[in-house]
Nanobody, 132 residues
Framework: EVQLVESGGGLVQAGGSLRLSCAAS????????IGWFRQAPGKEREGVSC????????YYADSVKGRFTISSDNAKNTVYLQMNSLKPEDTAVYYC?????????????????????????WGQGTQVTVSS
C-alpha cells in the first residue's frame, strides 16, 4: 500500500522556520517525483515545490523561491521542505504527493508549477500557521 505521511507543521511567528517531512512507503521511492502543495482556506491548492527522481532537479513557486528548500533522503524514503523566513501568507495545509508516473519531471523554473492531477498518491496534510 502506497502511503505518504507528512509531519513537522505547527504554529510559528513570522520570520521563523519549520521543516516539513514526507515519509513514503509502499513504492520504490526514488523512482517518483515528489511534490509539495498547499491549500489555504478559501483558496485552490497550489504547487509549492517539487523534486524530480531522475536528476534531482527542483522547482519552486515564485512565492517561496529563496525561502524554501526541498531535499530528498532516499535512504530514509523521506522528502523534506525547509521553510525559512515564513510569512503569514504561507499559512495553509501542506501536502506531499508522489507523481503518477516514474518518468514525470518537475516543471522548469518560472513555469506555472506542478499540477496536482499529475500526482496520484497524497498524504493527509500538515497544518502550518504563521502568526504576524
Amino acid at each position: 500500500e502506497v502511503q505518504l505521511v507528512e509531519s513537522g507543521g505547527g504554529l510559528v511567528q513570522a520570520g521563523g522556520s519549520l521543516r516539513l517531512s514526507c515519509a513514503a512507503s509502499g513504492f520504490t521511492f526514488d523512482d517518483y517525483a515528489i511534490g509539495w502543495f498547499r491549500q489555504a482556506p478559501g483558496k485552490e491548492r497550489e504547487g509549492v515545490s517539487c523534486i524530480s527522481s531522475s536528476d534531482g532537479s527542483t522547482y519552486y513557486a515564485d512565492s517561496v523561491k529563496g525561502r524554501f528548500t526541498i531535499s530528498s533522503d532516499n535512504a530514509k524514503n523521506t522528502v523534506y521542505l525547509q521553510m525559512n523566513s515564513l510569512k503569514p501568507e504561507d499559512t495553509a495545509v501542506y501536502y506531499c504527493a508522489a507523481a503518477y508516473y516514474s518518468d514525470y519531471m518537475c516543471p522548469p523554473p518560472n513555469s506555472p508549477g506542478p499540477i496536482q492531477h499529475d500526482f496520484g498518491s497524497w498524504g493527509q496534510g500538515t497544518q502550518v500557521t504563521v502568526s504576524s
